[in-house]
């Protein structure tokens, strides 16, 4: 296998992907470090990149980057989602919030800023970040005219193009969605929740002309191809709902998605799939399954999902139980949902609150999925609360700070750093502190002379108390 070493950008020259060099046998920087934080061997990523099943989002552009992986043989990621609005946040409260979203774990982060000063703040982020950055180009397109009926398919191009040149790393295209898809979500209860969808939806009715995006999908490969920019093909009609989940509408578009997903494979252009936010919990491995048949195994990348829609304030953990279920059936990215999901813009808290829910969510799937590092972390944290390593166990902890501050509320003194108990049970009811003070020897002997006191003398109850004694 070759190895690569150079630029991959030249401005005289057409730009070389990830994927043409994985194809090409070519090992390159970004999946050398990419086996290197996965624990993976180097082959095994280049051939992953090189089938589609794993994207290494990595604009030529970016250079503060620190090479990541999405997919099926990488543990799951986590994106979240910062930007400002129209009515609220600033560039300086954007770029706080990239800080505290990479403190906090998240492995993209995705600028949804719309309003004033969008391209200052996407610099500013981009300047700043190690991880991948991710847009979605219709919102800055939308800015520059004063209704949706007056975006032109060559306005939306022009853009995706500009932000391809800003160093954006992946970009959601709402290419999936069709003029004759949107009948059939006329009698949904949230109709179209996606702002790209409800965007495109709207200007197609209006021209009643085809989605611009789909009509323009070779041109927007080769800028993508150009600079290396991940396609994440949006879910436009994804439900809003329970009542709208799994619906033709959803199903409708995705089926689009793999067609697009082949498109862009053959222009060596890097995709992941975006799948649905409301889904009960009966229908997540389905939908997980469709999606990685219908779209040949390119990454799933969710939106929680939320199991239930009846927690305003609390989202981050209806969707968190969504995300744990379909990190475990195959998603390989989660997108993450703060507890001010369909209320309002998120701040640094709010931030911080989605993304330890959502590390809690991806760390169960990769246990679910066999991963041995995962299971060394749980096991380590657990024999230092056996241990009665309080230090040890804030240390391993997710929130150190948190651990320590819900310890030391009631037992602050620094004795208690190494007593046997917490505040719950204290020393006398403390299930694990007794454990310890059981007389091993005299059970061992009384299991072998089968004269334990009380025990039930059934063949069953002997090979269990045999089992534990040895």
């Known amino acids: 296998m070759q190895e690569q070493n150079r630029t991959r950008f030249d401005p005289g020259a057409e730009c070389v992907t990830q994927m043409h060099l994985a194809r090409e ?3 390159s920087p970004e999946m050398k470090r990419v086996a290197e934080r996965e624990r993976l061997d180097p082959e095994l990523v280049c051939s992953e990149v090189a089938r589609g099943r794993m994207i290494i989002p990595a604009n030529v552009h970016h250079e ?3 090479p990541m992986a999405i997919g099926l043989k990488a543990r799951v990621k986590i994106n979240s989602n910062i930007g400002n609005s129209p009515t609220s946040s600033s560039l300086e409260e954007e770029v706080q919030k990239l800080t505290v979203s990479e403190g906090w774990g998240a492995d993209t982060v995705m600028d949804l800023s719309t309003g004033k000063r969008i391209d200052e703040t996407r610099e500013a982020i981009i300047a700043a970040a190690s991880v991948p950055i991710g847009t979605v180009p219709i919102y800055q397109a939308l800015e520059c005219v004063k209704q949706i009926e007056e975006l032109t398919p060559e306005g939306l191009v022009e853009n995706i193009a500009h932000q391809a040149r800003q160093g954006v790393d992946y970009m959601t295209i709402h290419a999936g969605v069709r003029l004759e898809h949107l009948p059939l979500c006329q009698h949904r209860v949230t109709g179209i929740v996606s702002r790209g969808g409800g965007i495109l939806a709207r200007w197609m009715v209006h021209h009643m002309r085809e989605n611009p995006l789909y009509e323009r999908f070779d041109e927007i490969l080769e800028i993508c191809r150009r600079h290396d920019v991940s396609i994440s093909l949006g879910d436009g009609l994804r439900p809003g709902s329970i009542a709208d989940a799994s619906d ?5 578009e995705l089926q ?3 067609e697009l997903t082949e498109r862009a494979w053959a222009r060596d252009v890097q995709v992941m799939i975006e799948g649905p936010g409301h889904i009960p919990l009966d229908q997540l491995e389905m939908n997980v399954r469709r999606q990685q048949e219908t779209c040949h195994e390119a990454p799933f990348y969710t939106l929680g999902p939320l199991v239930t829609d009846i927690a305003p304030g609390y989202d981050h953990i209806t969707s968190a139980i969504g995300a744990a279920i379909v990190g475990w059936h195959g998603t390989s990215m989660l997108c993450y949902v703060t507890p001010k999901e ?6 640094a808290q709010d931030v911080k609150e989605g993304l330890i829910a959502y590390r809690i969510a991806a760390h169960a799937a990769d246990l679910a999925r066999g991963s041995a590092r995962a299971a060394q972390w749980d096991r380590e944290l657990s024999k230092a609360r056996f241990s009665f ?3 040890r166990q804030f240390e391993l902890a997710l929130d150190p700070e948190t651990a320590r501050a819900m310890h030391d509320e009631t037992l602050a003194d620094d004795y208690f750093k190494s007593a046997e108990f917490c505040s719950m049970c204290g020393p006398k009811y403390c299930p694990m502190h007794n454990f310890k003070d059981l007389d091993w020897d005299a059970l061992r002997e009384a299991v072998t002379a089968r004269k ?11 090979d269990e108390l045999a089992e534990v004694a040895s």
């Open 64 to 66: 503060a980057l620190d």
């Open 452 to 462: 334990a006191p009380g025990v039930a003398r059934s063949s069953l109850a002997r």
């Open 342 to 347: 369909h209320l309002g813009l998120p701040n």
């Open 389 to 391: 390593d309080w230090r």
């Open 256 to 258: 689009t998605l793999g």
């Open 248 to 252: 033709a509408a959803q199903f409708a």
């Open 25 to 27: 046998g070519v090992l």
